[in-house]
């Protein structure tokens, strides 16, 4: 009987809400805009952020500002021996990536190869490898192309919606636009997210159908984007019609700047650091795990 409440103790414990002050996390790139973002939203939240943070190759050699706390910046050629310091001088610590799609896989890799728990925001690269490569190696991770909670939510009613009315939206045709800043490379990989719900709802629809807008005169003109938000936005429509054109839906999520992921991305890396603490069975995890956990604020 001791032992049992011995043992009890012991994991309420570890399922008890650590400081934030001793969570430690390295965000990757914070020279970028996400990055810088997340990196203010996390000091914002008493979290201790790692004053060092990789960058693409070559392009080290700068010091940041986030929230106070100055951040020299790496190159990625550098990697092996800031990693070597980081862990060392931070042995639990979070890794957060909002880098870009050309790097998502290799960076999981080195984050996977350096046995450090991650939070992946970034968008593109070779999804079913990185999801594949994460689940075989065993590394905890958060990865979701979403991170704010009330889209994040929007993908959770998605979710429940195909799983319990599978084919519900057959015949219908779709038509997606997604406009986001200009400098935005790839696709945006919430609206390929949401594309795969509307495919499991019987719409058929490739993601390379989706409409990228980025010239920022039709992002004003016709997204109606205010000017302030032109470098960093995100309008997403999804409309749908019937086959006879009677029945129309239109589903629509406009998010102006950033603050809305950083705060996300914070949560999980909370909810990260507390199952690593945990030693939960499972170790991957996306966002709505998070938000389905009570762990957004
Ligand atoms: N999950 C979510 O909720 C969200 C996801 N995103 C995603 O985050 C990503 C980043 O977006 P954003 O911040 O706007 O882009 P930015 O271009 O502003 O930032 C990317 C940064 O990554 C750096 N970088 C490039 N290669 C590497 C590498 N190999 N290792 C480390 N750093 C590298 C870049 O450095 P340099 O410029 O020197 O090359 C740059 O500083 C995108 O994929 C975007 O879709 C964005 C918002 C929300
Ligand atoms: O690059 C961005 O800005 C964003 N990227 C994510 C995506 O590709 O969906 C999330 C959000 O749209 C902002």
Do not use: W
């Amino acid at each position: 009987m001791a032992a049992i409440q011995a043992e009890n103790a012991a994991s309420a414990s570890a399922t008890e809400n650590a400081p934030t002050s001793s969570i430690s996390v390295m965000v990757n790139d914070c020279s970028g805009k996400m990055g810088h973002a997340v990196a203010e939203a996390a000091v914002a939240a008493g979290l201790n952020l790692v004053p060092l943070a990789i960058t693409g190759p070559k392009m080290g050699n700068s010091r940041v500002a986030c929230g106070g706390v100055a951040v020299q910046i790496i190159g990625a050629e550098e990697r092996d021996s800031v990693f070597d310091r980081v862990l060392n001088e931070y042995p639990n610590v979070i890794v957060v990536d909002y880098t870009l799609p050309a790097a998502v896989n290799s960076n999981a890799e080195y984050y996977i190869s350096r046995g450090v728990p991650f939070v992946m925001g970034t968008t593109g690269g070779d999804r079913t490898k990185l999801i594949d490569t994460v689940k075989k190696a065993g590394t905890y991770a958060v990865i979701a192309p979403q991170m704010g909670k009330q889209v994040v939510a929007f993908q959770a009613a998605m979710d429940i919606m195909a799983q319990n009315f599978p084919g519900a939206f057959a015949g219908y045709t779709l038509k997606v636009t997604e406009s986001h800043q200009s400098s935005k490379v790839d696709t945006s990989g919430t609206a390929k997210a949401i594309v795969e719900y509307f495919q499991k709802l019987g719409v058929k629809f490739n993601v390379d159908e989706i409409e990228r807008v980025r010239d920022p005169s039709e992002q004003v003109r016709r997204m109606h984007v205010p000017e302030d938000y032109l470098g960093g936005h995100a309008f997403h429509t999804y409309k749908l019609l019937s086959p006879d054109g009677t029945v129309a839906f239109e589903f629509q999520h406009n998010v102006m700047g950033r603050s809305i992921y950083a705060q996300g991305t914070v949560d999980a890396v909370l909810f990260l650091a507390k199952k690593v603490r945990e030693g939960a069975d499972q170790k991957l995890y996306n966002m709505i795990d998070v938000l389905k956990e009570g762990s957004m604020r």
